[in-house]
């Protein structure tokens, strides 16, 4: 993902795929949404529900201008509707 996409997105970096290591790798009966997650289609917020990280997507309107700035939570996996269970590896001691 470009620098430019990231500030003009608003998306925090240790949202993105490969800017963060799992302590849970997310799986799920597919094996798409960790890749989904890699290849920077979903995010991955800080925020934790339950023991999960809360997931994401940012649409985009026709004209690139973002659906909703604060993106739309995923819960499940879309492609096979599974509950996403992953979590990042804290940075915080």
């Given at each position: 993902?470009?620098?430019?996409?990231?500030k003009?997105?608003?998306?925090?970096?240790?949202?993105?795929?490969?800017?963060?290591?799992?302590?849970?790798?997310?799986?799920?009966?597919?094996?798409?949404?960790?890749?989904?997650v890699?290849?920077?289609?979903?995010?991955?917020?800080?925020?934790?529900?339950?023991?999960?990280?809360?997931?994401?997507?940012?649409?985009l309107?026709?004209?690139?201008?973002?659906?909703?700035?604060g993106?739309?939570?995923?819960l499940?996996?879309?492609f096979?509707?599974?509950?996403?269970?992953?979590?990042?590896?804290?940075?915080?001691?």
């Amino acid at each position: 993902m470009s620098e430019k996409f990231d500030k003009t997105m608003g998306i925090p970096e240790d949202h993105i795929g490969g800017h963060f290591e799992w302590e849970v790798v997310p799986n799920c009966s597919c094996g798409k949404i960790k890749r989904a997650v890699e290849e920077q289609y979903f995010f991955v917020s800080n925020t934790i529900i339950g023991d999960y990280n809360q997931f994401y997507l940012m649409p985009l309107a026709a004209n690139g201008s973002l659906v909703h700035s604060g993106g739309v939570p995923i819960l499940n996996c879309p492609f096979c509707g599974e509950r996403i269970k992953g979590r990042k590896l804290s940075s915080k001691g």
